[in-house]
Structures are given as C-alpha cells and as structure tokens.
C-alpha cells in the first residue's frame, strides 16, 4: 500500500549564486569534526539524548502551507520533550536563496541546514568539497542507526546521496510510491462518448476521429462554443504529451534523455520523435488540439478544465482528473490505456518508484556537537517520526490503529488535506524517509487508490529507458551542462512547437539535426553517460 505523493520532482541542478570566502578549509583529518567537535558526546542509544539541556541553531526553508512558526509545531515540542535538544529555527519563506547564499558568502553558518528544500544540489556539492559542510558517511555509521538502515534497504538512494568525491555530505528525503511509476495519464469525456454513441479510443487513428467528433458540437449543453477537442501543457511530465508519443515507438521526456543497456542516447533526434510530432501537428491543423497548449501554463490550464458552465475538454491529460478539471466536472472522464500507433507501438514512460530529494539534512563545518546533531536527525528518521514531520502528528492527522498502524482522521470543513497535515508538521519542508513497509502501516488516501488504479492501467505497456532521478554531476559538469542545456533544450522545445503548429518538420529535419550537433548534443550526452556510469559504480 502506498501514499500521497509528498515532493515535488526531484531537486533540479542549479547553480547557487553568491561568492563563498576564499580559502575555505578543506575536509578535517578526524572526518569532519573540529576538536571541540570531536571532544563533543552523546549519550548513549537512548533517551534523551543529552542530561543537560543542548541549543542548535538549524535553518529551514519554511513552505507556504506551513502558517505556524516551527518552534511551535507539535512535532518539534514533542522532539525537544523526547531528546533534551532545543532547536533555535531560522525559518524563511521569503528571500531565503539571498539569506542562504550570504551565510555561506560571510561564513556565518548554523550548525545544520534542515529539510528538502534548503539546499540545492549544487549547494551541496559546492560547499561540501570547499569544506563547509562536512562529510556524514563515518558518522551514519557511528549515530544514526535508522538512516543506516534505510541505506542498506535502498542502496539506490546512496548512489544518489554520494558525491563525485566519494562522500556523503547530506542526509536525504526519501519517499517510496508505486504511483511515482506513473507520468500523465490520457482522459477521456466519456459522457461526450456516449451521446456520439462512440467507443473509447485505443489506436491513435481512432484518437483522431474522436476529437473530430467533439469539434463544433455543443456537447455539455451550455450555449457556448466553448468546446476543446484536445489540451495540455506542453513540457509538462504530469500534464504534457511525453507519454504520447510513445504510440509510435519511444516515450518522450523532459530531457529527451534515455538509455537503453548503459547506453545513453537522445530521444529527440530519434525518428519516432519525428513521426510523433507530425502526428500531432496533423492533429493542431484540423483545430483539434487546444491553441494554447504550447504556451499556456498548469493555473491556465486547471482554470479552464474547472470552469462552471461543465466540461470543456473533450480530451487532456494529467496526475488525476480532479487536479485538472475539479471534483464534479471530473465525473464526465475516463482514463484511456495508452493509445496504439501506427506500427502497433504501445509504450509509456516508467518513472522512478523512489521519490529523492538529496537534501534533507547537512551539518556544517560550525557544528560543535555533530554527535548529538547526527542523533537527533537520525531520531526524525525514526519510522513513526517519518510519518509525523511529513504528514502530522498522531492524535491530529492519525489515529493509530492494531497497534502500529495508521489512520486518516478527517480533514476539517474549509481546509484542504494539504494545509491540514501541514498544522503541525514542516511536512513538504521536512525530511524523513517513508519507505515500502511504511507505506503498507498507512491508510490509503482516495486520491492514492485512483492513481494506483491508473497505474494497473498503464502497467502492462511501461518501458523503463528514462535515466535514474537525482544522479550527481560534478561541479564541472554541472556547469558546463547548464550552459549546453539552455542551448540543446530550449531549442528542441521551440522547434517542437513550430512543428505541432505549422508543420514542415520533414524539410527543417536535416537543418535541426546539425543546429542540435553544432550546440554541443554530443558533449551533451557524453557528460550524462559518464555521469550514468559513475552513478552505476557506486557501491
């Protein structure tokens, strides 16, 4: 049984502005820890954690469903009661990249930076291998018995987790969904169907005479020429097309990156690219695809799908129907197996079941008591403290149940689930690890059982080429790619587009493979798949 998807995609490489003081001390001989840090104790493996009351200064990024400030939430009260350990929060919501960068720019740093959010990728790894944070491998081993434990069970994440150099310098979020598998989903107006009397579509050609069929017809009933064959957001994992174009032979994805047996290669110079996009544009010029589709975003997109006079898409995609056209239009949808093409193709994207955020928590090189720090995120790491910091505290969001497992309570009138498990718990700017075995102790939520019933849908027809989520450039690579991929990208989308919408993708064809090698595709790729290999020979 699994749960609510609780992350945003997983953390994006970008570059931390700010300059960082010259001459940062590089890793200590003792493995990260100063004297003082190394003179530090804590006591044993039980509770509390200290005699004598601690104070640690940790900074979090504070999300907006959050309203409480964090020394007040529940969660954290009853962590102090539990270890003896005062946090004294910095939480911002607003200006907190400029407040970040300035600590790491003036060296006037916390002991530890707290919850997913806080810190990017390539803050991790900047100022991991210039020595402001420090290496955590010796001292998961030496404190933190439970993130221990969630390594050993999911090595993925420390392939995830370890640098270039070959140390871990945070502990990361970790969440295990089956529904992660999953990319957007095509849906259907069956009630638009039913008063054509036409089937659901399962080819590609039947896709087409159906929307043919909802043009120019007053279909909800409304007076209004308002009707919508067909629209998405185009880019958009969970409401684009990526997974459409699997109908003629290769899923598409954000970065039309893919690997097939540890080979890297790239999607959007694939043929079956180019079928797919004329496809669609066969589709755009009988006015059957929505023409804001290439540049309207997910609020313009949900505002339309939601409006009052009923529905207005004949077809779109996304994660559920309510997310895009509201509870009561969402009534009139059916999800649609994925649609055959021409040549019998049948495939959709296979995303990754485990949800990793790199950041969870870092301690840096001003921590005085590391021990004790590394005892108390290990205590948040705990299988009930998990599921507490991300979702509530028992007794307000849960009721245990049969002993250790749990149970929804209700959400109240007027607010919805996620400001609800946000009262007492950073939950989204949190950290903790909700694993499988969790997941089976948690009381599905109904948004949960849909998606998982879409997923046996889509089940049979996956196909796993996408590359592994969260793998860690270097510094280097990092940079280079973020100027490659404002280049390659941006690009193959504007190209894309053009193509949807005037056609001529056949004459530009050969023009759009030489502009894509003179931009870098094939350094482009070279630094994913040494990238890809590195991540693979991680033990």
């Known amino acids: 049984m699994r749960m609510k998807k609780l992350l945003p995609p997983v953390l994006l490489l970008s570059l931390a502005s700010g300059a960082v ?60 009661q539990l270890t003896n350990i005062h946090i004294n929060w910095d939480a911002s919501d607003q200006g907190y990249q ?3 960068n300035l600590m790491f720019a003036s060296g006037d740093l916390p002991d530890a930076f707290f919850g997913s959010g806080s810190l990017t990728d390539s803050d991790i790894l900047k100022y991991g291998t210039q020595g402001m944070l420090i290496p955590l491998e010796k001292l998961i081993d030496q404190y ?7 390594l050993e069970k999911q090595p993925d994440v420390k392939k995830v987790i370890t640098a270039p150099d070959g140390h871990i310098y945070s502990i990361p979020t970790v969440i295990t969904e089956g529904a992660n598998e999953l990319g957007e989903v095509l849906f259907v107006n069956k009630q638009w169907l039913d008063k054509l009397g036409l089937s659901v579509p399962t080819t590609t050609a039947e896709f087409e005479q159906v929307l043919k069929a909802f043009k120019d017809k007053d279909l909800n009933g409304n007076g209004k020429k308002d009707e919508i064959p067909f629209s998405f957001v185009n880019g958009n994992q969970l409401n684009g097309i990526f997974g459409l174009y699997g109908a003629f032979g290769l899923p598409d994805n954000a970065s039309h990156i893919m690997q097939k047996d540890g080979k890297v290669s790239y999607i959007a110079t694939r043929p079956e690219f180019k079928e797919a996009t004329a496809y669609f544009h066969s589709l755009y010029k009988q006015g059957l695809i929505d023409p804001e589709a290439f540049t309207q975003d997910r609020n313009v997109y949900f505002s339309k799908g939601r409006g009052k006079d009923g ?3 004949g077809a779109f995609t996304g994660y559920n129907a309510e997310n895009v056209v509201g509870p009561e239009n969402a009534k009139s949808y059916v999800p649609i197996a994925p649609l055959k093409g021409p040549q019998g193709h049948q495939l959709v994207n296979m995303y990754e079941i485990l949800a990793v955020s790199k950041m969870g928590f870092a301690i840096t090189s001003s921590n005085k008591h ?28 849960f009721k245990e149940t049969n002993g250790d497992k749990y149970e929804y309570l209700p959400t109240p009138a007027g607010m919805s689930y996620d400001d ?31 998606r998982l019933s879409y997923l046996q849908i889509y089940q049979p027809f996956m196909k796993k080429h996408t590359l592994p989520a969260g793998m860690f450039f270097t510094v280097e690579d990092s ?13 193959v989308k504007k190209k894309q587009s053009q193509w949807v919408i005037d056609g001529n993708i056949d004459a530009e064809w050969d023009g759009y493979l030489a502009q894509l090698k003179k931009s870098g595709l094939d350094e482009f790729i070279q630094i ?12």
């Open 144 to 150: 933190a018995p439970n993130i221990k434990k969630m």
């Open 21 to 80: 003081l010259a001459g940062c001390s590089k890793e200590p001989e003792n493995g990260g820890k100063s004297t003082a840090q190394a003179e530090s104790e804590a006591i044993g493996t039980g509770y509390p954690i200290v005699k004598t009351k601690l104070n640690l200064k940790l900074v979090t990024a504070k999300t907006p469903q959050q309203k409480k400030s964090t020394d007040q939430l529940k969660v954290v009260q009853d962590m102090e």
């Open 98 to 100: 400029e407040k970040k």
């Open 370 to 397: 590391v021990p004790e720090t590394m005892r108390w995120i290990d205590t948040v790491f705990d299988e009930r403290h998990s599921v507490e910091w991300q979702f509530g505290p028992v007794g307000v969001n």
């Open 528 to 539: 994913y798949q040494r990238t890809y290999d590195r991540f693979q020979s991680i033990k």
């Open 479 to 491: 940079d280079r790619l973020s100027v490659l991929d404002t280049d390659i990208t941006g690009y």
């Open 311 to 313: 529905p207005v898409f």
């Open 420 to 450: 609800f498990r946000c009262t007492e718990a950073p939950c989204f700017g949190g950290t903790g690890a909700i694993l499988e075995d969790t997941y089976k102790k948690i009381e599905l939520s109904d948004k949960i059982k849909t």
